[in-house]
């Protein structure tokens, strides 16, 4: 069964390096998103992405957020300058579109671990 | 905007036993979908059932079922017949029928199914 892959699984980085999370959703899905939790809170909206471009973003997507998608495979997420309060869970997830159904089929999620 | 709450950060049951995990949220929109999601440790997210806010039935996966109160604003979750199988992390969400907008997140519920 296809899946939602993630890497890496759990990165500690130093506040104010640069991450990028990968993410390769499910190869006919158009729609992709990120998501994050931090601990003992809500899962939360970051952005969502179809046709080479942002097509929502939250307001915890700020200028240090971006996505891409270079290769049409990958989906990365990068934080430019990470803080403390980013460390969290970050789930990537992607949905078909020809019917919209509202089912996201989610990865297993990258441990984000800022000091 | 849209808010879910899960009132129930941990719940334990009897493997065979029911149990019933607990979700309200909050809506001026009519047209909507509710969502349980399922996170078994270390493991990706997984939909468990889907519900759409115009069908008065309520939707019935298997052992999964839900109670889908529109006036209450309530969606409840039922798991009958519990297996060692079904301890995870328990999501609600809701999303919004029209365009691409994103799912909103309860806490989530930690259940474990005890031998």
């Known amino acids: 069964e296809p899946e939602v892959t993630q890497t890496p699984s759990h990165q500690v980085t130093q506040m104010g390096q640069e991450v990028i999370l990968r993410c390769v959703p499910i190869s006919n899905h158009l729609y992709f998103y990120w998501y994050r939790q931090i601990l003992g809170q809500k899962v939360e909206f970051l952005v969502s992405f179809y046709n080479n471009e942002i097509s929502e973003k939250s307001e915890i997507f700020d200028d240090q957020f971006s ?3 270079p290769d049409g495979s ?8 990470t803080k403390l309060e980013d460390s969290a ?20 999620g990258s441990r984000l671990t800022v000091l | 905007a849209q808010t879910v709450t899960q009132s ?5 049951v009897q493997e ?20 349980w999601y399922k996170q078994p440790p270390s493991r990706q997210m997984i939909l468990v059932i889907r519900q759409e806010a115009y069908k008065q039935q309520n939707a019935t996966e298997n052992r999964f079922s839900v109670n889908f109160q529109k006036a209450a604003k309530s969606f409840s979750l039922k798991i009958s017949d519990s297996q060692l199988g079904d301890t995870a992390m328990y999501f609600c969400a809701f999303m919004l029928r029209s365009g691409n907008t994103p799912l909103v ?3 989530g519920t930690r259940l474990s199914v005890i031998a």
């Open chain 1, 67 to 69: 996505v891409e998608r």
């Open chain 1, 74 to 81: 990958n989906f990365t997420l990068k934080i430019r300058s």
């Open chain 1, 89 to 108: 869970m970050y789930f990537c997830a992607s949905s078909e579109r020809r019917e919209y159904t509202g089912e996201l089929f989610f990865g297993e």
């Open chain 2, 8 to 12: 129930q950060p941990e719940m334990s």
């Open chain 2, 16 to 35: 065979a036993e029911t149990v019933t995990l607990s979700c309200t949220y909050d809506t001026s929109e009519n047209n909507y979908y509710l969502f």
């Open chain 2, 105 to 107: 997140f309860g806490k």
